[in-house]
């Protein structure tokens, strides 16, 4: 289970049914997973397969196949529910995602209706829409579209996510490659103007685990997910440190997992195997696969 499987391998398959029944779960909630129109999809692929900048390496897509095989295959692994994560690299392309996002969630029930923005002044107009046409999760990828989350075109969108009460996952580690405005301090600036945010830090985010770990323990509605941490892939690069595997009990409540289907190097079942090895216990596991992701967002 440390990767090298092929799609469909029985291996994985068999192996995560196993898991589900040892945990006496219904499935896995994977709240880290991307489906998107389908010629982003395939730029994204592309941008990959260039190991781009924003990589710095070689990333083999695990996963690249139609969007109607992609959700047989995660459905075939007994994720329950999952999430459409997209993401905006400029202006005027926010609200057409959204639209998108929308559509898939209504012909897709068991994907979390996912919404994004991008601090543009139209932000707060479509943002208000994808409220109202019940979004139940928002995406930002701070690394991607390079922008402050702080930014004053956002005060709006912040503010009525916090009213909200929607989450908002966030890419803002400095993994794979810093940016501009990666890191905890832009957050944690940001949390200081809207601490009631309900944030899932993208990645427990790596590479700076321990701040974000901080950053979590001073506000109880910041969650992480653990998508690709822990995984050999990313052991390899940004080892999560050994002084903070304490925490992680700690915080076990607030921790979820993600995967980053279908864009991973790695088998699915390598992601969960990452978790199990970690020797946490059945009811750390229970809780990160399944119940604190459905208790979130309202999942029976």
Not at 60 to 86: H, M, N
Not at 95 to 111: I, Q, S
């Amino acid at each position: 289970m440390t990767g090298g499987a092929v799609l469909g391998d029985n291996d994985d398959n068999t192996y995560l049914a196993d898991f589900r029944n040892r945990l006496g779960v219904p499935g896995i909630i994977d709240v880290h997973t991307h489906f998107m129109p389908d010629p982003v999809m395939r730029k994204v692929w592309a941008y990959f397969d260039s190991a781009g900048p924003l990589t710095a390496r070689t990333w083999p897509i695990a996963y690249r196949d139609d969007e109607q095989v992609r959700l047989k295959t995660l459905r075939g692994f007994g994720v329950r529910a999952f999430s459409s994560l997209v993401y905006p690299h400029k202006p005027e392309m926010a609200a057409w995602l959204n639209e998108w996002t929308a559509e898939f969630a209504e012909r897709t029930p068991d994907c979390l209706h996912t919404a994004t923005f991008y601090p543009e002044p139209s932000a707060e107009s479509y943002v208000e829409v994808a409220l109202e046409r019940g979004a139940r999760l928002f995406k930002v990828h701070i690394q991607v579209g390079r922008f402050h989350p702080g930014d004053s075109l956002l005060d709006p969108v912040w503010g009525m996510i916090q009213d909200a009460g929607v989450p908002v996952l966030i890419h803002c580690g400095s993994g794979p490659v810093a940016g501009e405005f990666t890191g905890p301090e832009p957050v944690a600036a940001l949390l200081q103007r809207f601490p009631r945010l309900q944030l899932i830090v993208a990645h427990m985010g790596a590479p700076e685990y321990t701040e974000f770990l901080d950053l979590a323990e001073r506000y109880p509605d910041v969650r992480l997910d653990t998508t690709m941490t822990f995984t050999d892939f990313f052991e390899a690069e940004d080892p999560f440190p050994a002084s903070e595997r304490g925490r992680l009990h700690a915080f076990a409540d607030r921790i979820m997992f993600g995967s980053d289907f279908p864009n991973i190097p790695y088998t699915y079942g390598h992601a969960v195997y990452a978790l199990e090895r970690l020797d946490l216990g059945d009811d750390w596991l229970r809780k990160v696969c399944y119940q604190n992701a459905a208790d979130l967002f309202g999942i029976e």
